[in-house]
């Protein structure tokens, strides 16, 4: 009974590198989010998607990151040309439906940019 | 945008000493969630609300939604040594779809 999985849980790139982040949702949860948590602070919001749609991307910057979640394999945040303050935890959760659903996170990706 | 106000931002208690922890809104909430959040971990849910004065309990934890639907509170009874960790409120608003705003936490240390 498999919760959410992520991976790499760690991961350390160089300024200007890509970062790849991926998320596997719960059995049967075809809602997937993303967050973003900065060391002392609370988790916040940048994506969320269905299969194959992104619905809503309100939180997520409009440069050098980008979101998918294909019809088939993990859902992939990715951050080209990283730099020193994209250094944080990035953390998916997913939920059965949409709306009210509880959302359940997984273990989290701690990038650090050098 | 929404924001969520956590408070305390930390409390230090002795084993077996009640806690109580609280989110207030500048606006209204349809769902407040409660999570906990260990070091190095993802958090992990311990109640959900949904309705306007809702009181549910997990175990020892009580948790409320409050009545003009912009707060929601956290109990811990009995506290004991594995209670330690950051609690986050989150809620979801009328207007932010599906999207969880959180609290910025609770840090709390439980002394054996």
């Known amino acids: 009974n498999a919760g959410v999985m992520q991976n790499p849980r760690h991961l350390v790139r160089r300024r200007g590198q890509e970062a790849r982040l991926r998320c596997s949702p719960m059995?049967?949860?075809?809602?997937v989010y993303w967050y973003r948590q900065l060391p002392e602070e609370g988790l916040k919001f940048m994506v969320y998607l269905q299969k194959e749609n992104i619905i809503d991307e309100s939180g997520m910057p409009k440069e050098r990151f980008s979101a998918e979640f294909p019809k088939e394999g993990p859902s992939i945040l990715r951050i080209q040309q990283v730099v020193r303050g994209d250094s944080a935890a990035y953390f998916c959760?997913?939920?059965?439906?949409?709306?009210?659903?509880?959302?359940?996170f997984g273990p989290g990706t701690r990038l650090t940019v050098t | 945008g929404q924001q969520l106000n956590q408070s305390p931002q930390s409390m230090f208690i002795q084993e077996g000493e009640d806690v109580s922890m609280n989110c207030t809104s500048s606006s209204i909430f349809n769902t407040w969630l409660w999570y906990k959040q260990d070091p190095g971990e993802g958090p992990v849910l311990l109640i959900a609300l949904y309705k306007a004065g809702e009181l549910t309990s997990n175990g020892r934890l009580t948790a409320q939604f409050g009545i003009t639907r912009k707060d929601s509170f956290l109990n811990i009874s009995a506290s004991i040594p594995s209670d330690v960790g950051i609690y986050f409120c989150a809620g979801r608003g009328e207007t932010s779809g599906s999207r969880l705003t959180f609290g910025e936490g609770t840090q709390l240390t439980v002394n054996p």
């Open positions: 959760a997913s939920s059965l439906l949409a709306g009210v659903s509880e959302q359940y």
């Open positions: 059995k049967g949860h075809s809602h």
